[in-house]
């Protein structure tokens, strides 16, 4: 082989080396990371978008005042003793001499036994039968007497109860006076503003009285008025009278 061409067959093994060279220095595409084996590809969200709902504010409490220690101590005290309104009494309910009706000149009121019983057919006093309180008052005019007593119980129930053992004493009354009684009048009802009333005429020898009772929530009261036979009055009972304004004293307490 000649000079020449060995030179030549040089110089072509030396650029195509250079050419190879060239080319494996060029950088290469970075190719995807492998992904995890916990890890798969994301999907596609194909639910349908929901746009949330604006949410109205509530409007700002207004503040409260703080109360003063003053203020603080008197609800302390009042929840601790509560303020209990005051018991009525049974002598707000006796009647005065200028209300009884007139019957034989100006009644003068004077202060009674207490429990005593009033009328002839009534058998005990009103404590035997339950009351709790009692007030009498007694009235005398000319030739006229009369007699209040108002007792208090300890409910309405025994009020009731009371009311009607008064009522059994009347039915009774007539066969236990025997003759000393001429005539002992049914019990007939009064009507009044407030409560339940009744009353009867008793006739007996020499007098004739008009009982009344009025019975309103745990009150009982019995009246009696008694006069000559010649001064009681035949067209009108003055029982029934005094009864309702006994019932007035009951509107305004």
């Not at 007792?151 to 003759?179: I, M, N, P, Q």
């Not at 309103?216 to 010649?230: D, K």
Request: hydrophobic share 40%; glycine share 6%; with cysteine.
């Amino acid at each position: 082989m000649s000079r020449a061409t060995l030179t030549s067959l040089l110089a072509v093994t030396l650029t195509a080396a250079l050419a190879v060279g060239c080319s494996s220095e060029q950088p290469e595409a970075a190719s995807p990371a492998p992904l995890a084996p916990s890890q798969s590809p994301a999907k596609p969200d194909t639910r349908p978008s929901v746009t949330p709902e604006p949410i109205a504010s509530e409007p700002p409490a207004s503040p409260t005042p703080s109360a003063t220690p003053r203020e603080r101590e008197r609800h302390k005290v009042g929840a601790l003793v509560p303020r209990l309104r005051p018991k009525e009494k049974a002598a707000a309910h006796l009647l005065a001499a200028e209300d009884l009706p007139v019957l034989a000149g100006e009644w003068t009121s004077d202060a009674g036994a207490e429990n005593s019983p009033v009328g002839a057919c009534q058998k005990t006093d009103l404590v035997s039968i339950g009351a709790m309180e009692t007030s009498l008052r007694t009235f005398t005019a000319d030739d006229a007497t009369a007699t209040q007593v108002v007792a208090r119980f300890a409910d309405t129930r025994s009020a009731w109860r009371a009311h009607k053992v008064l009522a059994a004493w009347h039915e009774d009354c007539a066969e236990r006076l025997g003759r000393s009684a001429v005539n002992i009048g049914p019990l007939a009802e009064i009507r009044v503003p407030i409560g339940t009333g009744a009353s009867y005429r008793a006739a007996y020898r020499k007098s004739t009285a008009g009982l009344g009772i009025l019975r309103t929530g745990t009150y009982l009261t019995v009246l009696e008025i008694t006069a000559g036979s010649g001064d009681y009055p035949e067209k009108w009972e003055p029982a029934r009278v005094a009864v309702r304004r006994v019932a007035r004293t009951f509107e305004t307490a």
